[in-house]
């Protein structure tokens, strides 16, 4: 039995729900909403299973992950295919390159708890959250576009013809970016993968959608 906590709209959830769609694992999501009640994930049974407080959190086999990124490389130990990591070694740096660029540098800036920092305690006007949010983006973004550019051969997805833990990462960044009106006019590249990866059923059956509260 693989149990699946997280929230429909997080990130890091949505990673790892389409992680789980591309092994073709089937899972009991179990949601953790973030926002009702002062946040579900301050319950005391929820710290129980991450004391963090944050979302996702996987449970296999009364085995508890927590952490997307040390999620999804468990799966692939677990479950080698279909593999979201190239067997070349280089290749695999330069994926794990890609989505930590992503998960440990640029989301972090503008997850739900940074937002709420900043307008609630330090006291920053919407005008000026939305301007921290789309600074950041548009520096992650940047770094990002240059990397798939730079690369010999113009791809489905971004390291090649099948998608990578890479992909995973880039769709819901890119989906948090148009939600908060972010203009992606100069990331062509990034936008056309994620065109890619939206035709793709595992992204399609993962995507933030009410029935995923």
Same mark, same amino acid.
């Given at each position: 039995?693989?149990?699946?906590?997280?929230?429909?709209?997080?990130?890091?959830?949505?990673?790892?729900?389409?992680?789980?769609?591309?092994?073709?694992?089937?899972?009991?999501?179990?949601?953790?909403?973030?926002?009702?009640?002062?946040?579900?994930?301050?319950?005391?049974?929820?710290?129980?299973?991450?004391?963090?407080?944050?979302?996702?959190?996987?449970?296999?086999?009364?085995?508890?992950?927590?952490?997307?990124?040390?999620?999804?490389?468990?799966?692939?130990?677990?479950?080698?295919?279909?593999?979201? &990591?190239?067997?070349?070694?280089?290749?695999?740096? =330069?994926?794990? *390159? +890609?989505?930590? $660029?992503?998960?440990? @540098?640029?989301?972090?800036?503008?997850?739900?708890?940074?937002?709420?920092?900043?307008?609630?305690?330090?006291?920053?006007?919407?005008?000026?959250?939305?301007?921290?949010?789309?600074?950041?983006?548009?520096?992650?973004?940047?770094?990002?576009?240059?990397?798939?550019?730079?690369?010999?051969?113009?791809?489905?997805?971004?390291?090649?013809?099948?998608?990578?833990?890479?992909?995973?990462?880039?769709?819901?960044?890119?989906?948090?970016?148009?939600?908060?009106?972010?203009?992606?006019?100069?990331?062509?590249? &990034?936008?056309?993968?994620?065109?890619?990866?939206? =035709?793709?059923? *595992? +992204?399609?059956? $993962?995507?933030?959608? @009410?029935?995923?509260?």
């Amino acid at each position: 039995m693989i149990q699946l906590y997280n929230y429909y709209r997080s990130s890091a959830s949505f990673r790892v729900r389409i992680a789980l769609n591309l092994k073709q694992l089937s899972y009991q999501d179990i949601a953790v909403n973030l926002i009702h009640n002062g946040g579900e994930q301050f319950t005391s049974e929820y710290l129980a299973i991450n004391p963090q407080s944050l979302v996702p959190t996987l449970k296999i086999d009364d085995k508890i992950i927590s952490q997307s990124l040390a999620i999804m490389e468990y799966l692939e130990e677990l479950y080698p295919y279909p593999a979201l &990591l190239p067997s070349d070694a280089y290749q695999k740096a =330069q994926v794990r *390159a +890609f989505a930590l $660029a992503i998960a440990a @540098d640029l989301h972090p800036l503008n997850n739900l708890r940074v937002l709420k920092y900043i307008t609630n305690e330090l006291g920053l006007s919407e005008e000026k959250k939305m301007a921290w949010y789309q600074h950041w983006i548009i520096i992650g973004l940047t770094a990002l576009e240059k990397k798939i550019t730079s690369q010999d051969q113009k791809n489905e997805f971004c390291f090649g013809d099948t998608p990578t833990l890479a992909d995973v990462c880039l769709v819901p960044q890119i989906y948090n970016a148009r939600r908060y009106s972010c203009d992606l006019t100069t990331f062509p590249n &990034l936008v056309r993968i994620d065109a890619s990866c939206q =035709q793709h059923p *595992a +992204f399609q059956k $993962a995507w933030p959608t @009410d029935h995923n509260i």
